[in-house]
């Protein structure tokens, strides 16, 4: 069984930085894409970033392109979400997602089967 334990979420001020960590058991994530969603009240999940197995592909949301960057270590089992420039429709609960298949590169919420319990980012303005 994979769990995923989200931490690095808080209250931070317009402009400022977060560093989300996404620490990964129960298998190696090396041969899997992974993937960072958020919710924020009232408003559906919706796709943040993803980063292919070798780490050398990514993809963004058009709102966080430019401000995010999605990064994985895969001796540390481990993805990190760097959010820079933050706003406060930012605001939201952030989920880390595996796949169940290797060497699948999903970017829909409804194709990942593996989620931690979100941390909470709060951005005031």
């Known amino acids: 069984q994979v769990q995923l334990v989200e931490s690095g979420g808080g209250l931070v001020q317009a402009g400022g930085s977060l560093r989300l960590s996404c620490a990964a058991s129960g298998r190696r994530i090396g041969d899997y894409a992974m993937c960072w969603f958020r919710q924020a009240p009232g408003k559906e999940r919706e796709f943040v970033a993803v980063?292919?197995?070798?780490?050398?592909?990514?993809n963004y949301s058009d709102s966080v392109k430019g401000r995010f960057t999605i990064s994985r270590d895969n001796v540390k089992n481990t993805v990190f979400l760097q959010m820079n420039s933050l706003k406060p429709e930012d605001t939201a609960v952030y989920y880390c997602?595996?796949?169940?298949?290797?060497?699948?590169?999903?970017?829909?919420?409804?194709?990942?089967?593996?989620w931690g319990q979100g941390t909470q980012v709060t951005v005031s303005s």
């Open positions: 997602a595996a796949p169940l298949r290797s060497y699948y590169y999903p970017l829909q919420s409804g194709q990942y089967e593996y």
């Open positions: 980063i292919r197995w070798g780490g050398g592909i990514t």
